[in-house]
């Protein structure tokens, strides 16, 4: 301490000690090296300001938020504007999440109209993804915004259960992409096949399968590389995910290739028989309409041909040419059938005689 007096007053004597303006105070700057009583070596890097005989020395750390120039204060709302602005969207995407999952299922609870086996499936899927946003997005939030918080403990927490709804999330869509699959192309085989028991057992599986590949090798420490290992003792304060090339092809054919290639084969299968339909249901449509058409023209047709002869319509004079081939005819008809004679007074006042046939 002596000896950092001692060059004050040698930067005194030489004139390096300035005077702010305005003020009584006297600035130096210190950049040789001082010794406390203890004979600690330290390094003079701050302002040594003197004031009405006295000396204080002024370390660049103590200096407060008032003091800084305006630059500095500027580039921290800078670096803070983003932060919020994050931190608004992830808040309410996850808000979002949990509102509209959480409606899901209270309609289903609520309207028992929605109480269908294909439901099942549907409630199961929504509070996947509700914990998915409760217990996953949350922390990933943190730590997006700050920095990891919780410890070593949380880390493996977090990153389990992460995997785990993600994965049992997944493994819905590939449920109900089996259980359309059932509806649509084998409609027969759906009430025989889809029964509560498949449902059930199926919904368990979804369920207990993700726990293979989430809690039991990450709490375990298979999941990732002994140099990480090693790393995450080191800082704590710090929860990356990790893995080795064996945990990343299982819990990818697991998570994603699998269900995948399931969903994509069963709505493929479901895209072609819609097809199929709708082109029978086409033909069936147009086979109706020609139908329609040609009984309306028939009807009609039938409507104008048909004419009825009445007795007040006057004899029918035939050619004589042709009069025998008639009474031939008439006779033999009358001989067949049975004939009505019929009597008519002419406009000339005389009787005419015919029969009905």
Known sequence: M??????LSEATQSGTLRQNPGTSATVAWLPLPFHNDSGIAGAATGLGIVQAG???VTTAGSSTL??????????TWEDLLPLIFK??????IIVAAVLGNALVIISVVRHRKLRIITNYYVVSLAMADLLVALCAMSFNASVELTKWLFGYFMCDVYNSLDVYFSTASILHLCCISVDRYYAIVRPLEYPITMTHNTVSFMLANVWVLPALISFTPIFLGWYTTP???VFRLTNPDLCIFVVNKYYAIISSCVSFWIPGIVMVTMYCRIYKEAVRQRKALSRTSSNILLNSIHQHRTSQHNRHSHHYLHPSDGELQLPS?????????????????PRIKATELNANGELTEYYLA
Not at 66 to 75: D, V
Not at 87 to 92: A, E, P, R, Y
Not at 321 to 337: A, D, F, L, N, V
């Open 321 to 337: 040419r042709m009069s025998g081939i008639s009474t031939t005819s008439r006779q033999s008809s009358s001989e067949t059938y």
């Open 87 to 92: 931190g608004l969207i992830m808040g309410t």
């Open 66 to 75: 008032s003091e800084q120039p305006p630059e500095m204060i500027a580039t």
């Open 54 to 56: 006295t000396t204080a």
């Open 227 to 229: 140099e990480h290992k």
């Open 2 to 7: 002596h000896s950092g007096i001692a060059s």
